[in-house]
C-alpha cells in the first residue's frame, strides 16, 4: 500500500521544485505524490510521482473535452468543484478521478444524489488540508462543516476519499501523523484516514470482475 | 511561597517540532505567539486556557512547547496549523511528545550547516542561496523588492 498526497503544485505553480518536493514527503512519511502538470510518472528520491491535471472548467463540455485531451497522458484527472448540477455531472463522467475544491464550492454543491454518484462510478471526494492550515475563521470554519458533511455522506454512502495538502511550497507539506491529527478535527478516524491516503492506488488500479482462468 | 510537592503537581507533557526551514531564527517568544494564535483560532479560547500551552525553547530547527497530559494531541494539531512566526513563513512539524524533556533530546538532530552559493540563474533571474547537504538548495532573488524563496536541488539549476 502506498501512502499518497493527492494534489501537490511544484515549480512553477509553486515554490518547490518537483525534486525538494519529493526529498520533503520522504521525510514526512509519504510513499507517492500527485503533481498537477509534472512531466511524467517517475520515481525521485524513493517517491513515486505521478503525473496529474486539474481541470478547472466552467461547463460540463469543457469537462469532457479536456478529460478527452489529458487521459492518455495523465495518472489522474482531478475536476474542481461547481455547483450541485455541474458536481453531479462531473462525478458521473467515466474518465473522472477525483472531485476537489469542495470547501469554496457554494452551499448544497454535494448532496445525497451526488454522494450516491461518486460511489456508483468510484470518483474519490478529495479532502484538501491546505483551507485547515491557511485559512482562519469563518472561511476555516466552513471547510470544516463542508468536510463534516462529505465525511457523513462517505459514512453512508462508501464513496472514495482521498486527502491532499494542496501544497505549493514544501512549508505546506504534512507528515503522516500531523494530517491524521488534522482531520480529527472535523471527526474523521484515523482508519479513515489510512484509507484515503491509500486511495489514489485503488483508484488507478480498480478491482475488475472476477475471471476463471 | 513553598512550591508544590511532585505529588501534587500538574502533570505535564512537552512535545517537539520540527522547523521548517531549519535556519530560521525565531525567538521563543515570537514562537509563542504564533502557537498560542493557531491555538486559539482553532480551539478557541476555552480549550486554549485549559491547555496551559507554553514555549520552553526554540533553537534553530527545532522546538519544545509545553502542555498540560492528555491536551497534546490538541496542542500537535494546533502546531500544523503554523504558517508564520516572526513575519517569516514557517512551518512546524511535531515530532516527538514525552513526560520529560531529557527524553526529548534524544530526538533531535544535528542541523546541517550550509555553504552560501551565487550566481544562480532560474528563468531569467539571478538567485544567490545556501546549499545543503542532499543537494537542497534554497534561494533568494537579488534586489531588494520581491525578495521571493525558491526550494530547489542542485540538479535543476544552472550555476555560473
Known amino acids: 500500500m502506498v501512502c499518497t498526497d ?52 466552467g461547463s460540463m463540455q469543457e469537462v469532457v473535452a479536456r478529460v478527452k485531451k489529458e487521459q492518455r497522458t495523465a495518472d489522474l484527472l482531478l475536476v474542481r468543484a461547481g455547483d450541485g448540477a455541474f458536481n453531479r455531472a462531473a462525478l458521473s463522467y467515466r474518465g473522472v478521478h477525483i472531485l476537489r475544491g469542495l470547501d469554496s464550492a457554494p452551499k448544497r454543491a454535494f448532496d445525497q444524489v451526488s454522494a450516491k454518484n461518486a460511489a456508483d462510478k468510484g470518483v474519490a471526494i478529495d479532502i484538501d488540508l491546505f483551507p485547515l492550515i491557511h485559512r482562519r475563521g469563518a472561511s476555516r470554519q466552513k471547510a470544516l462543516r463542508c468536510y463534516r458533511d462529505v465525511l457523513r455522506l462517505h459514512r453512508k454512502f462508501s464513496f472514495p476519499l482521498t486527502i491532499s495538502s494542496g ?45 476463471v482462468i | 511561597m513553598k512550591p508544590r510537592p511532585p505529588t501534587l503537581r500538574e502533570k505535564r507533557r512537552y512535545i517537539l517540532a520540527r522547523i521548517v526551514p531549519h535556519y530560521r531564527r525565531i525567538e521563543a517568544r515570537q514562537m509563542y505567539i504564533a502557537a498560542f494564535e493557531a491555538l486559539t483560532s482553532l480551539w478557541g479560547d476555552a480549550r486554549a486556557s485549559e491547555l496551559q500551552m507554553a514555549v520552553i525553547s526554540c533553537e534553530p530547527g527545532h522546538c519544545i512547547v509545553r502542555c498540560r497530559r492528555n491536551a497534546e494531541v490538541f496542542v500537535e494539531t494546533a502546531l500544523s496549523t503554523i504558517t508564520e512566526a516572526e513575519g517569516e513563513r514557517v512551518a512546524l512539524h511535531p515530532l516527538a511528545t514525552s513526560g520529560t524533556i531529557h527524553a526529548l533530546r534524544k530526538h533531535i538532530r544535528p542541523i546541517p550547516e550550509g555553504h552560501p552559493v551565487d550566481g ?36 535543476e539549476m544552472e550555476v555560473d
Do not use: W
Not at chain 1, 171 to 191: K, N, Q, Y
Not at chain 1, 196 to 207: R, Y
Open chain 1, 6 to 57: 493527492a494534489c501537490v503544485f511544484p515549480y512553477p505553480r509553486g515554490d518547490t521544485s518537483l525534486r525538494r518536493l519529493c526529498l520533503e514527503a520522504r521525510n514526512l512519511g509519504l510513499d507517492s505524490i500527485v503533481c498537477i502538470d509534472a512531466g511524467e510518472r517517475a520515481q525521485i528520491h524513493d517517491v513515486l510521482v505521478r503525473r496529474g491535471v486539474l481541470i478547472e472548467a
Open chain 1, 167 to 211: 501544497a505549493r511550497s514544501l512549508l505546506d507539506l504534512r507528515s503522516v501523523r500531523e494530517i491524521t491529527r488534522l482531520c480529527a478535527v472535523f471527526g474523521m478516524e484515523p482508519h479513515e484516514v489510512e484509507d484515503a491516503l491509500f486511495t489514489v492506488d485503488a483508484l488507478l488500479e480498480p478491482a475488475g470482475p472476477v475471471e
Open chain 2, 120 to 155: 544562480i540563474a532560474i528563468g531569467g533571474r539571478e538567485y544567490a542561496g545556501i546549499l545543503f547537504q542532499r543537494q537542497k538548495v534554497d534561494l533568494y532573488a537579488k534586489g531588494i523588492k520581491n525578495q521571493e524563496t525558491l526550494y530547489f536541488t542542485c540538479d
